[in-house]
């Protein structure tokens, strides 16, 4: 079982000294979201509880007048009968969309286990991607962050080989990619995708192997693949643009 950077913390700064590690028994794994959490402690349940409701259901925008200044809306579909979703740019010069994201990207990061506790927004080096969401009934529930790619690679599918002396030219890279749970499966990452095509550049249109991939997760390779997967003519092999993510 591994632990997120987050649980240390909640176990360095919440749990009587000297107990820590015999409070390791009691941890249990949801099966639904897939937190380790302390069950039989009431700040263990309401850590859950809260990123339970977040990583199954979405990240609350807030009121809708906060919703209608979120960004631009990019395009509006049907998830469910009678019901509209929307794949919005995110306007992230505002201080309130910019803590929104940040409870997405903590959601995000917990599911991909990833440590990244990058302050794209508020840090010094100014952030030059975008970030495009998906809205469902005032809540996000996919998101995509776009960066300046590296140089490009093509990864073999399935494999973490890369092909030598063959470098595709990225125009744009996919430094994140999430969607929530219950809304999986739905198209929504693929939308996200389409969004990043025809919104990245002015008037430019990019084709999907010009999308580079940032160390894809088993999830994401499957998405990488549908999405901007070139098969190469002799070995028949689906081929993934991928680039190597900058050291923070
Ligand atoms: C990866 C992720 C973003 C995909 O989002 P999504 O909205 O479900 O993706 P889509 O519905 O647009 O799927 C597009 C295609 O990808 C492939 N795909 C996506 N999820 C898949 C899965 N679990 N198994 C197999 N193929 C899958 C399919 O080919 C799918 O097309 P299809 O549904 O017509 O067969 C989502 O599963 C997720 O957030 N996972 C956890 C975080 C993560 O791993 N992010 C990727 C980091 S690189
Ligand atoms: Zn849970």
Redo the contacts with the bound molecule.
Sequence with gaps: MKFSRKMSIFYANKTPRGKAYCKRSMLIK?A????CYIDSNAIGQKL?AR??RN??NGIRVGSQRELESFGKVIEKFTIKVGKMGSIIEANINSRKVQKVLDEVLQAANMVLNSQDNTKRWHGKTKFKGKVFVCIYRARIIGICITETPQIGYWMIQGSNILVPNKNPKLAIGIDRIFVVKTFRRHGIATRLLNAVANHSFYKLKLRPYQIGWSQPSHFGEFVARKYSGVVHPRSGKVLIPVYKQEDV
């Design positions: 949801c639904q979201c897939g937190l859950h990123y339970h990583a199954i």
